[in-house]
Structure formats: C-alpha cells, structure tokens
C-alpha cells in the first residue's frame, strides 16, 4: 500500500470501511442478543 500518493483518501476509504464493518458486527450482535431474548 503506497499511502503516500493518496494520503487522507486512503485513511478516509479504510476508515469508512472500519467503520461499516464494525456497524455490521455490532448489528448482528443486538439482533442475536434479541432473538435469543
């Protein structure tokens, strides 16, 4: 990964995609918890 020539672009698209996934985990963990009541 060359994060020189981008800079915050890359930081900015890795962050976002943390982001995502970490929403994603936290989603299925509150539906599992739910559903497991």
Known sequence: MVL???G???VR???DRFI???NQLIRRIIIG???RG
Request: glycine share 0%.
């Open 4 to 6: 020189t020539v981008f």
């Open 8 to 10: 915050p672009v890359a």
């Open 13 to 15: 698209i890795v962050r």
């Open 20 to 22: 995502a996934e970490t």
């Open 33 to 35: 918890r739910r559903r």
